[in-house]
């Protein structure tokens, strides 16, 4: 939401100005990150107190509802594609040669071992509609001035959070930390963002962190290596079929 507007609105209607302009920021957050489509590559770690492994892989979105992941390595993972169209998600084995749609119920399970879930590809966008949004505070982190913004869950939204809270930076929108809570209040996990670059046509934290609060030295790090967030992709491209053949 642009500042002048911002501004008008929170003089001509108090609170609810303020409610607005919470996920006016959230919303744009979660764009800066995804853009309207794009095509990046990225590496990640998985960190156990007594493992470690990493992969790297490929990915496509266009918009919120669809979004493709191609897993390039390590050679036993090599080929893996995940699918995601609207709400729905697949997964392409191929060494079994064939695709196995999650259900509902492998939503909330960790995706390839990480402490990332299958939901959390899926529900991009689900901090923006599922949740309502409220500036808390504001705090300095790595030098950037933040928004800190607490998200209660809608009545009905199927969420597993109990309470999201959010630290967005003020000037360029990227969000720097996040801490997940259930519904008794309890911290399940932290997640953190660092190493701002620019990255195609924006600046954007390149290295995210989400660290389970109750295991100690459980934690996977994400690093985006490249992005380009003008890709042309098709609806089309999001397919069953497609999974076969990305590369």
Known sequence: MPCLLACLLAVGSGLRAQ???ARGIVRRANELARGLNSQTTASMTIE????SREMTMKSWSLGTDYYMILITAPAR??????LKRENDMWNWVPRVQRSVKIPPS???QSWMGSDLTNNDLVRIDSLVIDYTQEII?????????????ELIPLPEAPVVWGKVVLWIAKE???MLRAEYYDEDGELINRQSASDVKM???REIPTRMVMEDAKKPGHRTVMVTETA?????VEASFFSQQQMRNVR
């Open 19 to 21: 409610e607005v302009d």
């Open 48 to 51: 156990r107190p007594d493992w």
């Open 77 to 82: 993972d090599k080929g893996q594609v995940f």
């Open 106 to 108: 492998m939503m909330n």
């Open 137 to 149: 505070g504001a705090e300095t982190i790595e030098g950037y001035e933040t928004y800190q913004i």
């Open 172 to 174: 360029d929108y990227f």
């Open 199 to 201: 990255m195609d046509d």
């Open 228 to 232: 380009n967030f003008s890709y042309e």
